[in-house]
């Protein structure tokens, strides 16, 4: 199928390690976003792109999250310095971002990260 | 508080019975309404998305809003064991191009 994809799909870091998650939405989709999941939560909003552009990166929890999208397709999640706190699944949704009322984000199987 | 409210369960019913899940929301913003079904170890699947009050029918599934109340509503009927999954509402203010406000979940467990 041509869905949401991530990779890798577990992740185990020692803390202090960098970590990159990477995310292919599907084709031909404009907008992309990046979610946190932490175990029996619903997801939280870390950032939001528009093709390459950054346009919301209020839900980033600290100055060690960075995200990249450089050529307006695929994106990369990358987390800094990990800590414990860091462990939940990372989950990348992509949708058309064409502001019609029948656009909305599908969501790919997400990367479980692991920060011993 | 938070913008969303689900009661997260677990809520268990036998095979065959009508599912009822609900979320409260407080952010008059928010202009559309989805329910995503989510496996365990998998990502959200989408299953019914509503943009106006009123029901929305799709095969087993209704979704209902009620943008005065605030209150959003799932109903599942005559539930299968393989609906057993997490539920999240979730809501958004502007179509496809900002971000989605999600609720706890409520964790199904349909009994056969």
């Known amino acids: 199928g041509a869905g949401v994809s991530q990779s890798p799909r577990y992740k185990v870091a020692k803390r202090g390690q960098d970590v990159a998650l990477r995310c292919d939405p599907i084709s031909g989709h404009v907008s992309l976003f990046w979610y946190q999941q932490a175990l029996g939560q619903g997801p939280e909003f870390l950032t939001y792109f528009q093709n390459e552009a950054q346009l919301d990166k209020s839900g980033l929890p600290s100055d060690r999250f960075f995200a990249e999208r450089p050529e307006g397709s695929v994106s990369t999640l990358k987390i800094q310095r990990t800590q414990q706190e860091d462990s939940a699944v990372y989950l990348c949704?992509?949708?058309?971002?064409?502001?019609?009322?029948?656009?909305?984000?599908?969501f790919g199987p997400g990367t479980r990260l692991t920060v011993l | 508080q938070k913008e969303v409210e689900q009661d997260p369960g677990p809520l268990s019913v036998p095979e065959g019975a009508i599912v009822s899940l609900n979320c409260t929301y407080s952010n008059s913003a928010f202009q559309y309404f989805m329910w995503y079904r989510q496996y365990s170890r998998k990502g959200p699947e989408l299953l019914m998305y509503?943009?106006?009050?009123g029901n929305k029918e799709d095969g087993r599934f209704t979704a209902q809003v009620d943008k005065s109340s605030k209150y959003i509503s799932l109903f599942i009927r005559d539930s299968q064991p393989s609906d057993s999954a997490t539920y999240l509402c979730?809501?958004?203010?502007?179509?496809?191009?900002?971000?989605?406000?999600f609720g706890t979940g409520t964790r199904l467990t349909i009994i056969p």
């Open positions: 979730a809501m958004g203010a502007d179509f496809g191009n900002e971000k989605l406000t």
């Open positions: 509503t943009y106006s009050s």
């Open positions: 949704a992509s949708s058309l971002g064409s502001g019609s009322f029948t656009d909305t984000q599908y």
